[in-house]
């Protein structure tokens, strides 16, 4: 097996950026950049784009496609801080096969768990006195969602393990986040039928 090696991390201007022909999203590519355009703004950019030096003193993004339009869609919004001559991090490939990487990138990454989600924004409301309005406009989604999350918090540890687990689905644990009392909320889950 052979490792490839990415040269280390340098920082090109987003107007050197150019999207790669070998990216292999292709389909749904403009899915979640509202969300992925609000938390570039709010937490910089979190995971490095992998280009390739092309023609002209050019790079091309192999991968990290949604990234580039999130950039590119910042730089044109008045106040965002990103402009066509900002520095963003990148990986420079040598030698690797551009749709391996790309395919890669897109292949082992996986969602979290909504439930890994309602522990996240519970603790930066608690801890951080975040409001909903704040995570929502940090994150890219709406108010509504925010709070269906948050009073998924109340739901009684044990029927969220269920959740973690595959058992119990989001319309479940939806259905019992409207009772407070978690004796309710178990004796639901575990003694009504289906």
């Given at each position: 097996?052979?490792?490839?090696t990415?040269?280390?991390?340098?920082?090109?201007?987003?107007?050197?950026?150019t999207?790669?022909?070998?990216?292999?999203?292709?389909?749904?590519?403009?899915?979640?950049?509202?969300?992925?355009?609000?938390?570039?703004?709010?937490?910089?950019?979190?995971q490095n784009?992998?280009?390739?030096?092309?023609?002209?003193?050019?790079?091309?993004?192999v991968?990290?496609?949604r990234?580039?339009?999130?950039?590119?869609?910042?730089?044109?919004?008045?106040?965002?801080?990103?402009t066509k001559?900002?520095?963003?991090?990148?990986?420079?490939?040598?030698?690797e096969n551009?749709?391996?990487?790309s395919?890669?990138?897109?292949?082992?990454r996986?969602?979290?768990?909504?439930?890994d989600?309602?522990?996240?924004?519970?603790?930066?409301?608690?801890?951080?006195?975040?409001?909903?309005?704040q995570l929502?406009?940090?994150?890219?989604i709406s108010?509504?969602?925010?709070?269906r999350?948050?009073?998924l918090?109340?739901?009684?540890?044990r029927?969220?393990?269920?959740?973690?687990?595959?058992?119990?689905?989001l319309?479940?644990?939806?259905a019992?986040?409207?009772?407070?009392d978690?004796?309710?909320?178990?004796?639901?889950?575990?003694?009504l039928?289906?």
């Amino acid at each position: 097996m052979t490792i490839t090696t990415i040269t280390a991390n340098t920082c090109i201007a987003l107007s050197k950026l150019t999207a790669s022909k070998d990216n292999v999203r292709r389909t749904q590519s403009e899915a979640g950049l509202t969300e992925l355009c609000a938390s570039i703004q709010a937490h910089g950019l979190l995971q490095n784009l992998t280009v390739r030096a092309a023609a002209k003193g050019k790079y091309e993004v192999v991968a990290g496609g949604r990234r580039l339009a999130a950039l590119r869609k910042l730089a044109g919004r008045k106040g965002s801080g990103v402009t066509k001559s900002s520095p963003f991090p990148v990986h420079v490939l040598d030698g690797e096969n551009d749709t391996e990487v790309s395919l890669a990138e897109n292949t082992v990454r996986v969602n979290m768990h909504v439930a890994d989600q309602v522990e996240a924004f519970r603790k930066l409301i608690d801890e951080d006195a975040m409001s909903p309005e704040q995570l929502a406009d940090r994150f890219g989604i709406s108010v509504m969602t925010v709070r269906r999350r948050i009073k998924l918090a109340k739901v009684s540890p044990r029927v969220m393990d269920e959740f973690r687990a595959g058992t119990a689905t989001l319309k479940q644990m939806e259905a019992l986040a409207v009772a407070d009392d978690h004796a309710e909320q178990e004796d639901a889950y575990f003694t009504l039928p289906e």
